[in-house]
Structures are given as structure tokens and as C-alpha cells.
């Protein structure tokens, strides 16, 4: 199946890829103790329904994704950590103006289709991941960088872990347990870019000996886009791994495009586990 999208690339983009993450809730860092041979594997599932709509014309798109990825500490140093990150999986369904796709990496390739051709590229392939003892990415390679950035890749709803310098790997949370801290603790933060406010609302749901859910609420104002986003993660309190993360997000949006207005709102639910293999 071959699906015509709307030129809508700017809109897609900022709608149809990223989720909240954990921000840094204290000024201390975490400081990450993984040996060499450790190897962990992540599976995430979303679900997604987004509607575009420039007058009487109304698109609605539906998908449904899952992947699993494995991370592989292959060295570990004083001033920290390399790692291969493999996409092991990918399924994803999509219903979109009345067409169908359907993508399993499990599968031999039976679409022609450009987007079923990008997930292709994505399956299978290796990122070479450097981390600093504080979880931050100083270095890495992406053989599937090109692919993932693509708005047909962004167009499908698969949510794909964005790799960057300078921001903790999605893996890990930096979050330091302490003594002191108690359930019911709060903290919050505040960021202006681009003439978009967002606001992150974080506290300390529960701890146990093993591991410590932390609850948010993160809201974007502004500029294109707004959103809402709701969530838990769930964090292992010895290797900082964060074991599940669950969101729900509601995001609206316009662009203007050639003097027409696009309008766009999407849900999104997404839910992810993680466990260590060896």
C-alpha cells in the first residue's frame, strides 16, 4: 500500500514524534556503576490517533507501534561507558485515509511503500552510544539517524528514542535516591524556547527497596503546539534503569502553509518496560 500525505512536514514532525522525558530533579547527578557485559532490553508500545483537517478536508491517521531494542555495555572506563544500542524489532499498523499498512521486521518485506521501505532501514540496525558516569551522551553513531528523522518515519507514529550530545540516554534516569527523601516530595521546572513555555510537575508517588515511581504532569504553551502529557516512570533504584515509563498526551496545533492554516491534534499512549538481560 502506498499512502499520499499531505504536505505537511513541519506539522507532522511536531506532532507525530516525541514524548516527555524525566527531567533533572536535583542538582546533584547520579553517578552510574555498570560493568562491562551488562546487556539490557527495552519494549515500547504506542498507540496514537491524529486528525488534520484545512477546511472541508479532514485526515485522520491511526497507528499503532511496538519496539524492542537491546542495550549492550561493550566497555566500561573511569570517565564512563560505550554501548551498542540494536534494533532488535519493529512492528507497526497504520490506518490512514482509508489505506492500511502493515510492517513486521519479523516478516519478509511484502510493501513496496516508502514508509514500509524506512522501517526496513531502521530494523536490524546498530548505534554505537558513548556515555559519560553521569548517563550524558558524549558521542555516538546512528546508522538509522537519516531514516528516523524522515517525516514518513514521523508520519507512522513510531516512536523512535532521539539520540542527542549532551542528553541523558533514554535508558537511564538521572535521579539520585537519598535518605531524606520522602513520598509525597515535589519539584518542578520551567523552560522558554522558541516562544514555547513548558512546564514539568515531578513527584515521588512511592519507593520500596528496589525501585521508586515517580508521577508528572508536563504542559508545552505557545508558538505552534500545545500539549499536555501525563505519566509514571518506575526507577531501579540500584542501576537507575528506568524500568517502566507509562504517558498519555493530548496535543493540538496549527501551521500556515502557503497562506492555508493546517490544523492538527493528536492522542497518544504510550507504555514501555525494560529489564536486564545479563
Request: with cysteine; net charge positive.
Amino acid at each position: 500500500m502506498k499512502l499520499q500525505i499531505p504536505k505537511l512536514k513541519v506539522i507532522l514532525i511536531l506532532l507525530l514524534t516525541g514524548l516527555s522525558t524525566l527531567s533533572k530533579a536535583q542538582t546533584a547527578h547520579r553517578t552510574f556503576t555498570f560493568k562491562k557485559g551488562d546487556q539490557f532490553q527495552r519494549t515500547a508500545f504506542l498507540s496514537s490517533n491524529t486528525v488534520l483537517q484545512r477546511g472541508d478536508q479532514k485526515f485522520n491517521i491511526n497507528s499503532f507501534s511496538s519496539t524492542t531494542k537491546v542495550y549492550d555495555v561493550v566497555d566500561a572506563t573511569g570517565q564512563g561507558f560505550n554501548l551498542t544500542v540494536t534494533t532488535k524489532h519493529i512492528a507497526d499498523t497504520i490506518d490512514a485515509m482509508g489505506k492500511k499498512l502493515a510492517y513486521s521486521s519479523d516478516w519478509p518485506a511484502n510493501d513496496s511503500s516508502a514508509i514500509a521501505k524506512a522501517l526496513n532501514n531502521i530494523a536490524g540496525k546498530v548505534a554505537s552510544v558513548t556515555i559519560n558516569k553521569n548517563g550524558l551522551v558524549t558521542d555516538f553513531t546512528d546508522p538509522a539517524l537519516q531514516f528516523t528523522n524522515d517525516t514518513l518515519t514521523a508520519f507512522t507514529g513510531l516512536q523512535q528514542e532521539q539520540i542527542a550530545k549532551g542528553a541523558t540516554l533514554g535508558l537511564l534516569a538521572d535521579f539520585v535516591l537519598t535518605q531524606s527523601l520522602k513520598p509525597g516530595y515535589t519539584w518542578a521546572d520551567s523552560t522558554m524556547m522558541n516562544g514555547q513555555k513548558t512546564k514539568n510537575t515531578f513527584w515521588v508517588d512511592k519507593i520500596s527497596d528496589k525501585t521508586t515511581t515517580v508521577v508528572f504532569e508536563s504542559a508545552i504553551t505557545g508558538g505552534y503546539t500545545n500539549s499536555n502529557t501525563n505519566g509514571v516512570y518506575v526507577i531501579d533504584n540500584q542501576t537507575g534503569v528506568v524500568l517502566e515509563r507509562m504517558m498519555k498526551s493530548i496535543i493540538s496545533g496549527y501551521q500556515l502553509h502557503n497562506r492555508v492554516v493546517y490544523a492538527a491534534s493528536k492522542r497518544t499512549a504510550f507504555t514501555e518496560s525494560c529489564y536486564k538481560i545479563h
